[in-house]
């Protein structure tokens, strides 16, 4: 099994969660056809353990960024709301470099380097802070506990919605094939967040640990897996790349 990290190396795991981070891998290559093809620095089989591991630190550091950048913009699109080129436009101002980008590797490139050093305990590690699962301690709070399955399968319909809105809107951009992919996933993530936010009262982290809290009963749930599909159908659209269900 391919260990992979968020959409591009630096989308926030608060996000659009897990359905993005089992996009990752095509995230990471649809960017490289928006960029045209990517010269490598280094050879992979010159790049060491412990450069993967730097790698990795930087990673984190640039996800933390992304991370309070993308709350600044879901709070100004609650305030104000804006289209997705807007948004767009918002979020590629603030973005900070992609650590990939540094090194001159795709996403495909470092799975590779992931896969080959995945047995080693930092790399493990420090993977696990970039797939950043919710603290299991937040489904103690009163507000989690109030959301209920069904509330956790409306929120993701609604999220679809949104997302199948997206791609339409992305459908009609002009000159799509300039668009920075990564960019225009956070893009996304951010538009949905706020518009979930605004409606329920219920933010990306709130579901995150909801989902985590009903983990067990969700798993076995046909619905919720019918529509967790549609959304990363729909986010493969978005950024150009085929989806195929396991």
């Known amino acids: 099994k391919k260990v992979v990290v968020a959409a591009g190396g630096v989308a926030s795991a608060c996000t659009l969660l897990y359905a993005l981070k089992q996009r990752a891998a095509a995230g990471g290559a649809a960017s490289e056809v928006g960029d045209g093809k990517r010269s490598r620095a280094t050879p992979l089989d010159a790049i060491s353990k412990e450069q993967v591991l730097e790698i990795l630190q930087e990673i984190i550091q640039t996800q933390g960024k992304v991370k309070v950048k993308t709350k600044d913009i879901i709070r100004d699109l609650i305030r104000s709301p804006m289209d997705l080129e807007s948004t767009y436009a918002k979020v590629k101002a603030v973005m900070p470099p992609d650590p990939l980008d540094k090194y001159g590797l795709s996403m495909m490139d470092f799975d ?135």
């Not at 339409?168 to 893009?187: E, F, H, P, W």
């Open 112 to 246: 590779q380097l992931l896969e080959r050093h995945q047995g080693d305990p930092a790399v493990r590690e420090a993977i696990a802070k970039i797939m950043g699962a919710p603290d299991p301690s937040s489904c103690s709070s009163e507000k989690i506990q109030a959301i209920t399955v069904k509330k956790i399968i409306e929120l993701h319909t609604f999220m679809l919605e949104e997302l199948d809105q997206l791609v339409r809107d992305y459908q009609a951009l002009q000159n799509k094939g300039s668009y920075d992919m990564k960019v225009i996933t956070i893009a996304a993530q951010a538009t949905v967040n706020a518009k979930i936010e605004s409606r329920y009262g219920i933010t990306s982290e709130d579901i995150e640990s909801a989902v985590l809290m009903y983990h067990t009963m969700l798993a076995t749930d046909q619905e919720f897996a019918a529509i967790n599909i549609k959304i990363q159908h729909t986010m493969g659209q978005l950024m150009g790349t085929p989806f195929a269900p396991p």
